[in-house]
């Protein structure tokens, strides 16, 4: 039996690399499980009709085996939902505006960038962080001339999108309290 990985994918295929590896890998695993003497060629036939319908043409020849035609039926639609995946991503990645890649973390990081989201932190403690922020606001409100390199954190805290705007939230809702108890 030939190894799904060693099969080599069309130039422009029209699916993804990992979607058609494990489409090669199912069908000659279907046909190992069949067994019989003609597995591996059924197997390699059918390959070919896939590789065949990813290049444009129809469908298998209906010369071809009634096996290889029956694999491919049951797998045509898998086909066809991963061609119109791959074929929406394509536009999306065309029609996507550029992104600046990202400094790293660890290297002069522009204060204004200390809140931005690297990772989902789901584990952070949403009390600490907040204490961490009006400690770092404090700092924020001081003279330069009074700020001591020692009591900055080793770490840049960094929250993502829904950290962020509970916080936010808890800032509205503070702001409104107090604007309800002048009243």
């Not at 298998?60 to 066809?80: C, K, N, Q």
């Not at 840049?156 to 999108?161: A, G």
């Amino acid at each position: 039996m030939k190894n799904a990985k060693s099969v080599s994918m069309l130039p422009d295929c029209p699916v993804s690399k990992k979607f058609y590896q494990e489409t090669v890998s199912r069908i000659h695993a279907s046909f190992q499980a069949i067994g019989g003497s003609a597995a591996d060629e059924l197997a390699e036939k059918t390959v070919k009709a896939v590789n065949d319908y990813l290049s444009g043409a129809c469908r298998p020849a209906d010369d071809s085996d009634a096996t290889v035609r029956l694999m491919f039926a049951l797998i045509r639609s898998e086909l066809d939902k991963a061609m119109a995946r791959s074929a929406a991503a394509r536009r999306r990645k065309k029609t996507a505006p550029r992104r600046p890649r990202r400094k790293s973390a660890g290297k002069n990081v522009p204060e204004e960038s200390l809140c931005e989201p690297k990772a989902s932190g789901s584990g952070i403690d949403m009390a600490r962080l907040a204490e961490l922020l009006k400690i770092r606001e404090q700092f924020d409100c001081d003279d330069e001339d009074n700020y001591d390199e020692a009591d900055e954190p080793a770490e840049p805290i960094l929250l993502n999108r829904r950290q962020r705007r509970m916080i936010e939230r808890e800032k509205r809702r503070k702001a409104r309290r107090e604007a309800s108890r002048r009243r």
